[in-house]
């Protein structure tokens, strides 16, 4: 029998039995609903940048609606202006929450006239309405002064507003992408490389691994369950990926990136090769260790590695994408699961670099799964206590 | 055929083979004796890999085993283990599997013989929902399911009650006439000798005797000579310091002498003190030449073994 398939059927069945298990199936549903949960829940309970209903009383001075619209539009917040024939008209939609503010300026603009909310006031819709007043009657008396009126016009333009790095919504986007992206791979690598540190040791405590190692080498032992865990774990970051990408399309509420495609498919990628990497050294970890709490204790290393990466990849890359820190990071295959994503996430990496980086990572992987291989095989027999790394190496055979 | 070739394993300090060789035929039961810590296990486990010996091999059909040899061998470890919350037809499918089987074969196999350990209800059950010794019968059944040449069954009757016992003979049986190689280790003697036609025994990591049970009971130079003459009191025998007595009780005695005694002589001394009832002239049981195989002729180092 081929080694691949003995290798396939180890992963098979962790597929199977892991797939299967409540915990599993519950942890899908439940981050997916989450997901779908945050874009789509804030859309229904306050729709997105609803506009504010401003009610007006007949008659009104002319040109209000006009430089009310103007001067919403300045400040990018979308009204819908509601007129009204008589001010108990406008209270009682103000009362029964069919309008959200009512203004009663006198036609003649003799007064500025007032603005009423039904409880608190929107001071960005009171600013609104009363700039328009004002400007309205400043033009007026201006007028009426014997100034052109478009002069006037032209002296009320405000100032452009521009910044030497604006930010798009697609910068944001690309923030919180990167964001994402980078807490999605550390928690598939914590919560799917301790599935396998946790399978190492139960499959060592109920002793069934003397059975399996009858027949199964250990290095096809270890690389079966880490290509089967892995599968679920892509399954699960896929099915969150999508869900999120779905309901973020469907609520409208962000702009997706252009290159969103090809940042999912390096998400994905660096998800496995961080998740290979890492459960690799959880899974021999874990051999070592003969109960559960020691394999806990001997995986702290690992973990805080795994955490430094995530850290300098939110905090130092983040502000500098391109930056000698974030460079370095690049070509350690610890943090490059971290950071080469969250670069890419900000247009900030070359493709070379990416390949590179993946290179590294994966000779890295090779060769710790050649080293942990072989500490597997001569520590995943042996129930007395916890082993050191150097013994377990000296006694592993093939 | 299985051969064990001067097989040589320390840990640490501890020896726990020195040089230990045999032979285990096709079709043949072999019984593994060896007190505690005489290295049956780790010999056991250097059959399949699991520890590497520092020196010495291991040959099936004359060739060193390798994966593939070992695919078509059964292990039951003395260490019992499955996969507690996995199916029991699942899990005995997928170990079929691993020995080369295709699923469907697999599934066959596993389904035949949950029929034969009349446990084909519980297919569906987790195994940790099993009885203990219910899991045992799956343990056994796993190292059968992918139909193995060689058997190799550490402790296969602890923890059984006195049905699954007899199931375990009975396919113990039932392999070996299929012509298949049976090694199993057991502490239980009695069942040894009913179970075996050929036994070998360990101790301190050598083999100390090895051969068919009725062989090793001629080549013995004890036997035993069991005389009942009624009313005697066994007296007839007092004053001859030359006999050893094993038991005496009532009229009856039981003494060890050698295989040359000059049994009509004995029998002469025995009518002549009375009426003969009984005259019973036996090969030493197994138990026996377990004993006077490990005891060590002159007091050695301690080799006491851990594994």
Sequence with gaps: ?398 | MLEIDDLAKRYGNVVALDGATFTARPGRVVGFLGPNGAGKTTTMRCIFGLARPDRGTVRWKGQPVDRDARLRFGYMPEQRGLYPRMRVGEQMSYFAQQHGLRARDAEAASARWLDRMGLADRAKSKLEELSHGNQQRIQLAVALAHDPELLVLDEPFSGLDPIGIATMTEVVHERAAAGVGVLFSSHQLDLVEDVCEDVVIIARGRIVAAGAIEELKARSGRRHLEVEVVGSGGAWLDGDGSLTVLERSGDRVKLLVADDVDLDGMLARARAAGEVRMFAYEPPKLSELFMEAVTPTSPGPDLEASR
């Design chain 1, 1 to 398: 029998m081929s080694r691949w398939r003995s290798v396939w059927l180890v992963a098979k069945r962790e597929i199977l039995e892991r797939g299967r298990s409540r915990g599993f199936i519950f942890s899908v549903v439940f981050t997916t609903l989450l997901v779908i949960g945050s874009f789509v829940l804030p859309t229904v309970l306050f729709g997105d940048d609803q506009a504010a209903r401003i009610g007006i009383v007949r008659p009104t001075p002319p040109g209000l609606e006009g430089a009310i619209t103007a001067t919403a539009a300045q400040l990018d917040q979308p009204v819908e202006i509601v007129p009204f024939d008589d001010p108990a008209a406008a209270d009682a939609a103000l009362a029964s929450d069919n309008v959200d503010v009512v203004a009663e300026v006198p036609s003649d603009l003799s007064s500025p006239g007032a603005i009423r909310f039904a409880s608190d006031a929107d001071q960005v819709v009171s600013q609104i309405i009363s700039a328009a007043v004002v400007a309205l009657r400043f033009q007026d008396i201006v007028a009426d002064a014997g100034v052109d009126p478009g002069v006037l016009l032209a002296a009320q333009q405000p100032p452009s507003v521009d910044s030497l790095d604006p930010e798009t919504e697609a910068d944001q986007s690309r923030f919180l992408f990167a964001n994402i992206g980078a807490v999605l791979i550390l928690v598939g690598i914590f919560s799917f490389g301790f599935t396998v540190l946790t399978g190492v040791v139960e499959e060592k405590q109920s002793r069934v691994v003397e059975v399996v190692l009858a027949t199964v080498r250990a290095r096809d032992l270890l690389m079966g369950k880490v290509l089967g865990i892995g599968i679920l774990g892509v399954v699960q970051l896929v099915v969150f990926v999508v869900a999120a990408l779905g309901a973020a399309m469907w609520t409208d509420r962000f702009v997706l990136p252009e290159a969103t495609p090809s940042a999912v498919a390096l998400l994905v990628v660096w998800f496995v090769l961080g998740y290979a990497l890492y459960s690799t050294a959880l899974g021999f970890l874990g051999a070592l260790a003969s109960r559960l709490e020691e394999a806990s204790n001997a995986s702290t290393p690992v973990t805080m590695i795994a955490m430094i990466s995530y850290f300098v990849a939110i905090f130092a890359v983040i502000n500098d994408p391109s930056g000698l820190v974030a460079q370095v990071a690049t070509y350690i295959p610890a943090s490059a699961p971290f950071v080469v994503p969250l670069r890419a996430a900000f247009d900030a990496i070359s493709g070379v670099e990416v390949a590179i980086s993946i290179v590294v990572t994966v000779a890295a992987i090779w060769v710790l799964f050649a080293i942990g291989a072989r500490v597997y095989a001569g520590a995943v027999l042996q129930t007395a206590g916890r082993m050191k790394i150097r013994d377990a190496w000296r006694s592993a055979g093939e």
